[in-house]
Structure formats: C-alpha cells, structure tokens
C-alpha cells in the first residue's frame, strides 16, 4: 500500500506542478488591462498625451503606463527591449526600423505637428507675417540673406521639399550649416548669425527654449507640417490585444475631431497638434479577388 501510494503521487506531482498557479491568471488580466507605451517628449511636455490617455482609459477601462519618454534615440531602446507595448514618435527611419527588425507591426499615422520659419527682428528679407513657406524662402535666397540648415532629418525632409516645390536653390554663401538638431544651440548660433531658420512651434512658443531674440515670421502652412506614427509591438502576450486598440482608438474619427481643438488658444489660436485624414471604411478600396 504505500508503495502503491508513493507511484500515484509521482504521477500526481507533474500534473498539480505545471496547473496555473491563481497568481498567473490574475497577472494576466491585470496585463490584457494596460498598455506601456514609449512616448516621443512633446507629447508629455504638453499634456496631449495624458489627456488622449484619459479618454482611451474612460473609453475601454484599459490602463495606459508610460515607461519610456523623450528624444527618438531615447524611447526606442525601450520598444526594442520589450519593456514597451506601443511607441509613437514622428515619422523617420527610426520607427520605420523597428518595423524591418521585426520590433514593431503596422505602423500609422496618427496626429501631426507644424514648424514655424523665424528669423531676426529687423527682418532682412521682409517675410514677417507670410503664410507660403515656399515664397518666403525665395525671398531669403533673393536678399542675400542668411539661413541655417540643422541636422533634424524631418526639418531638413520640409526644407528639401520646399525648396524643391518653388525650385529654389540655397547660396552656399548666406547658408550656414549646424551639425546638430538640438533646438538652443541651432536658435543661439541663428541668433549670433543674424540668420533665419526652420524650428518646432511648439518648442518655440512654449518656452521650453530661448528664443534668443529671433521672431516667428512665417506659420500656417500645412506643407510644414510632420506627422506622427504608431506601432505596436510583435511580441506576443495579453497586451497585445489592448495596444492594438490604443493604436485604433488614436485613428479613430472621433479621436481626430478631438486632436483638431485639443489645446486651441493655449500657445496661440490654433489647436496644439493637428489631426490626419483617416479613410472611412466606406471609401476604402475594394479589394481585387
């Protein structure tokens, strides 16, 4: 009898080891219950991205948890560890990579941001107050007078594609190049050089950075506008399903029409961020057998 008794509980162990344990059940629903996202910074900085949070959060009852936020180089890290769910930041080779390196999935555009062409206050070139970025680049190239170009690759994507609209070429004379994106450093050296620039408003307007006695001269063109992209992530897990429908809740309509009066009147009169064109299901194309 005990040996009888001994065989059983051997066969009994395996099966009672490997049944899941009431903790696991309860870890998993917590995590199909949040998101962690990995944020770019001026989403945070304006409170854009807590209140777009908030309302998904009231929407679907899922929890929304930054863990990583800032610069492009610094939240990407974070994505690639696993330790984020969704990422959103603007569109670049960056996040684009994390899709090829199997990282991410179905990347979106979701919201977009605007530049703002400054410049010193005298205004040498006479664009104060224009809203065709491309006309007053023609007028900074005619006056002989100054640009600095920086190494923002999405700043430098709106120049080249200015400049290639009006057909404009810079004078390698009155075009003074920063090998650096970073905001005080391209407003202090365009300061000092008497010279104009292209810059984020909302860095700009908000006083994250000096403006270091440069004027915004030209605003309101929509070819200075970026967007923003979201992914989620490949990995698989409880998650998974609640990022994808974050992504989803950022592309729907009714997110859109909010993005489109979101902060209006705070910087200035227009809205903080602004949104995309999003096809409805009615329009999209029908698919070839």
């Known amino acids: ?36 996202c990995a944020v770019i910074g001026g989403m945070r900085d304006t409170g854009f991205w807590a209140a777009i949070s908030n309302r998904f959060q ?3 009852g899922i929890q929304v948890e930054v863990v990583a936020e800032g610069p492009k180089h610094e939240i990407a890290p974070a994505f690639e560890r696993g330790e984020a769910d969704l990422i959103t930041m603007h569109a670049c ?10 990282y991410g999935m179905n990347p979106q555009p979701w919201a977009r941001n605007d530049l703002l062409l400054v410049g010193p206050k005298d205004d040498p070139a006479m664009i104060r107050g224009m809203s ?39 004078d390698p004379q009155a075009t003074v190049a920063l090998p650096s994106d970073r905001h005080r450093q391209l407003l202090q050296r ?10 984020g408003r909302i860095p700009f307007r908000n006083g994250k950075i000096p403006n270091d006695g440069l004027e915004v001269m030209v605003e309101g063109d929509t070819r200075m506008r970026r ?5 989620v992530s490949t990995a698989d897990g409880p998650r998974h399903e609640a990022a994808c429908r974050l992504a989803e ?27 995309v064109v999003v096809p409805s299901a009615a329009s999209a194309p029908t698919a070839r057998p």
Request: a negative charge; charged letters at 20%; hydrophobic letters at 45%.
């Open 58 to 60: 009231a929407a679907t």
């Open 132 to 170: 065709d970025a491309v006309a007053a680049l023609g007028k900074i190239i005619a006056s002989k007078s100054k640009l600095l170009v920086h190494q923002s690759l999405g700043t430098n994507e709106v120049l080249h594609d200015l400049l290639a609209e009006g057909r404009l070429e810079l």
């Open 190 to 199: 365009a300061a000092r050089e008497h010279a104009y620039t292209i810059v």
């Open 249 to 275: 809740f950022l592309r729907a309509p009714e997110t859109q029409r909010w993005i489109a009066d979101f902060g209006q009147g705070k910087l200035d009169d227009r809205p903080l961020f602004f949104p």
């Open 227 to 231: 967007p923003y992209v979201v992914i």
């Open 1 to 36: 009898m005990p040996l009888r008794l001994s065989l059983l509980c051997c066969l009994l162990l395996p099966t009672m080891a490997t049944a899941a344990e009431p903790g696991d059940e309860s870890n998993s629903r917590r995590a199909a219950n949040s998101v962690r």
């Open 93 to 102: 080779d960056t996040i684009i990579n994390l899709v090829a390196d199997g």
